[in-house]
């Protein structure tokens, strides 16, 4: 069965400063991978996914993610962190031609002035 | 704006009631997901429906169960309500199924029993 690990529940970083989310996931079939964001009080949102395509995924709003099997990582980053990226990010996996996805448990972003 | 519409926003019933949660997809999806996120169990898929079947089932309980209308409109019926059912519950929809389709998320109902 598939599952999704986040390290860290909570990420402070500087204005400015790289972002780095970190997301392992455990799959028996090659994956789809997903990171999706949720701002307060708002539904998730999908911010990149990984489809076997390129193995470097470009997303919204600066994000990029990239997908290493030999790690069974899908880490979430961005070069330059705005106020605006303050938000919890979930990391998600679906087996392909399985119909539903796991989510991790998510990690909560911090931006600092 | 997703276009994934949820009703109500908010609920507040007690121990032992029945609520309904009710979800538009966007126009032309046809998958329905639902969703509950707790502080504690985060955000658990709890079953989807794909053109008025159901097609996947997670960590739903006995005490709920859902259905997809013939227009598409999804309901999550929660019944013999326990504290712990306290929580937001998410819709999404998509146009075909999970993998590659992106899923929309609703705002969500955020559900209070007392």
């Known amino acids: 069965a598939q599952s999704v690990t986040q390290l860290g529940s909570h990420v402070s970083v500087s204005e400015g400063a790289l972002v780095l989310l970190r997301c392992n996931y455990s799959s028996s079939v090659p994956p789809y991978l997903f990171w999706y964001v949720q701002y307060p009080n708002q539904g998730l949102q999908l911010l990149l996914k990984?489809?076997?395509?390129?193995?470097l995924v470009k997303g919204i709003n600066g994000f990029e993610a990239e997908f290493k099997k030999s790690e069974t990582s899908f880490h979430l980053t961005k070069p330059s962190a705005h106020m605006s990226d303050a938000a919890e990010y979930f990391c998600a996996v679906s087996d392909r031609g399985d119909d539903k996805i796991i989510f991790g448990k998510g990690t909560r972003l911090h931006i600092l002035p | 704006d997703s276009g994934v519409t949820q009703t109500p926003k908010h609920l507040i019933t007690a121990t032992g009631q029945r609520v309904t949660l009710r979800c538009s997809p966007r126009s032309g999806d046809l998958s329905v997901y639902w969703y509950q996120q707790s502080l504690d169990q985060g955000l658990q898929f709890l079953i989807q429906y794909y053109n008025g079947e159901e097609r996947a089932k997670g960590n739903i309980l006995e005490r709920f169960s859902a259905q997809q209308f013939p227009d598409l409109h999804s309901e999550l019926n929660l019944s013999s309500l326990e504290l712990g059912d306290s929580a937001l519950y998410f819709c999404a929809s998509s146009s075909r199924l999970a993998g590659t389709d992106t899923q929309y998320f609703g705002p969500g109902t955020r559900l209070t029993v007392l």
């Open positions: 990984y489809t076997s395509a390129a193995t």
